[in-house]
């Protein structure tokens, strides 16, 4: 039973549900469906996709996930960075409205879904914190504009085009001769609506005299609101005569059963982008599952999360969708609505159903312009050009990342930009690893603690030097410390001790180890003595297998003090 609680959290909270939580849950699973309606067709056509691929990628994957996953209030389906991703990559390997199109997406949802199981059995979740959170934040800001650029060709009644920023803009210019007026005004209203619904319906109800909860329910449904009456005006109208492009026929029924192609060549072409979009679509859902989390104490499991997203995958490969992932904005409606349990996704699923079943030919006359719209409503959102004030002023280095990202991901399209970041973000890593934090300490005044020379007012000793290491040891920054030390004594040649203060080394690799076997030998050829302090006890463990501790000129000493006051105390008697 405990494996089961394990890699099926399901048997867990499952055990302790409630007519009440049942009540909860149903009324977000209410609120969420009618938010998931317009906004499923609309990352569909985002993706390249028919419409109804969003609304098949919003049930088993939800169902899956609600199975398998950790987190109580995360809502799995399409996402506006996933959506622009999938249709980034699978362009390169199929004509958008092809069966081979479709079938990649497939592909690429089973690779994905793989991919994230593989990583959740193997508990690898640790490796997205490999990813800067300013370049990912940076690349979700490009992704923001690149996709409401993208839709501005829907809202312009225009063929559009282009991969990247300026092709996009290219194309529209070149084609405003072509705008179709209705669209527009369509396009425009339906914008300035959502927008209007985001910022100001609530607080206009609240003041008519409507119930908090009624106004938010009010609110989430504004985009139904607006596909309802432009349809209507479609049709009343006949607009589709006029040049104004709709959705058209959407099949009235469940999710089919599906086959991804596993071909040698199709694999190997999405497989590096499926690891992309797995990585991207991780750290996006596991962000927004622990912030929601925090909030009523509950604890999230990065590497069931894997397994969860893994399934939902799987489950959107072989049901007609394409890759899912947890988003934010349904995510944050799921949880203001009271959503207690993943069976709030499971009911959501089930009226995604309902609706895939009766209601697909209420949307024949939808007008693509209105998806757009609401596409373009939803990613202003993600754009967030604060963090490159913030990173300017706390870190440059930082800052340069989160730039070029952007800047990247905007000229040269998404698939270079998210390449890029997980680039950027390992060589930032390495960048300052490789470059570790170290200061020369001294003994502060009537006290047992050690501070920087260069910040604190300190006891030193001319034949002493205390370095304080602030970073583990690795391949990357052992020489790094050995030419720094060797350094300090060529300028000093007074100096007969060298003590390495340990305290905030958790971890010496092979490499670092035969650098310091090397400094020691320097430093006695030197007639210079090198001792070590405050070594943790794992690594004096793995040391002790060694001949390290046999071989090292100096002692090693428990507590910096110690070292300070008999190496101090020495060089006095002498």
């Known amino acids: 039973m405990w494996l089961l609680k394990k890699y099926m959290p399901v048997f867990d909270w499952g055990r302790d549900y409630s ?26 056509m985002l993706a390249g996709l028919p419409p109804e691929a969003g609304i098949y990628a919003s049930i088993a994957p939800i169902m899956l996930y609600a199975i398998f996953g950790t987190s109580r209030a995360l809502a799995v389906g399409p996402v506006a960075v996933v959506s622009l991703m999938t249709a980034a990559t699978i362009g390169q390997v199929a004509e958008q409205g092809t069966a081979g199109y479709a079938v990649a997406a497939l592909t690429l949802a089973f690779l994905s879904g793989g991919i994230l199981l593989l990583m959740g059995v193997f508990r690898l979740g640790f490796l997205a914190n490999f990813l800067s959170h300013p370049v990912i934040a ?4 490009a992704s923001g504009i690149l996709i409401a650029t993208s839709q501005l060709k829907h809202v312009l009644g225009v063929p559009g085009g282009g991969h990247n920023l300026v092709e996009m803009i290219g194309a529209l210019g070149s084609q405003l001769d072509q705008v179709n007026p209705i669209t527009l005004v369509i396009g425009v209203a339906a914008t300035a609506f959502l927008f209007w619904v985001r910022k100001g319906l609530k607080p206009a109800l609240l003041r008519a005299g409507l119930k908090p909860r009624m106004a938010d329910i009010a609110t989430k449904a504004g985009p139904v609101a607006a596909v309802v009456a432009t349809t209507l005006a479609t049709w009343a ?12 026929t959407v ?25 992309l979009i797995s990585v991207i679509g991780f750290v996006e859902s596991i962000s927004v599952a622990q912030t929601l989390a925090a909030k009523k104490r509950q604890r999230i499991d990065p590497d069931q999360e894997l397994v969860g997203l893994g399934a939902a995958n799987l489950g959107a490969a072989f049901t007609g969708g394409y890759p899912v992932t947890g988003g934010f904005a349904r995510s944050v409606v799921n949880f203001d609505a009271g959503a207690e349990t993943p069976a709030a996704g499971a009911y959501t699923a089930i009226g995604l159903a309902i609706a895939a079943l009766a209601l697909t030919p209420l949307i024949y006359y939808l007008p693509n312009a209105t998806l757009a719209a609401t596409i373009i ?16 002023i706390y870190n440059r280095a930082d800052f340069a990342a989160v730039l070029a990202t952007i800047l990247l991901t905007l000229g040269f399209g998404v698939e270079t930009g998210v390449t890029a970041g997980v680039l950027i973000s390992i060589g930032l890593f390495l960048n300052r690893t490789s470059k570790p934090h170290i200061a020369e300490v001294g003994l502060v005044p009537g006290t047992h603690h050690f501070r920087n020379v ?12 205390t370095i304080r290491i602030d970073e583990s040891l690795y391949f990357a920054n052992a020489r790094f410390l050995e030419d720094y030390v060797l350094d300090r004594v060529l300028k000093r040649p007074e100096l007969r001790d060298v003590v390495l203060m340990c305290s905030a080394v958790n971890e010496i690799d092979l490499s670092a180890l035969e650098s310091l076997e090397a400094l020691n030998r320097r430093l006695k050829d030197l007639d210079v003595r090198l001792h070590m302090s405050e070594v943790k006890g794992p690594v004096t463990d793995r040391l002790g297998r060694t001949h390290f501790f046999e071989e090292l000129s100096g002692n090693l000493y428990l507590a910096q003090y110690d070292a300070y006051r008999a190496l101090a105390t020495r060089a006095q008697a002498v």
């Open 454 to 465: 260069l910040r604190h007012m300190v006891e030193t000793s001319p034949t002493l030097l």
């Open 377 to 392: 409503v939803a990613v202003l959102s993600l754009v967030d050009f604060s963090v490159l004030k913030t990173s300017w």
């Open 237 to 248: 109208f006949a607009l589709d005569s006029r040049g104004v492009a709709i959705v058209g």
């Open 251 to 275: 099949p009235q029924s469940l999710p089919p059963l599906t086959l991804p192609d596993l071909s040698p060549s199709l694999v190997s072409a999405l497989f590096v982008p499926a690891l």
């Open 138 to 141: 940076g690349f979700i800001t």
């Open 19 to 44: 007519r009440d939580t049942l009540s909860n849950d149903l009324i977000a699973a209410v609120i969420v469906t009618i938010m998931l309606i317009p906004q499923s067709l609309a990352y569909a």
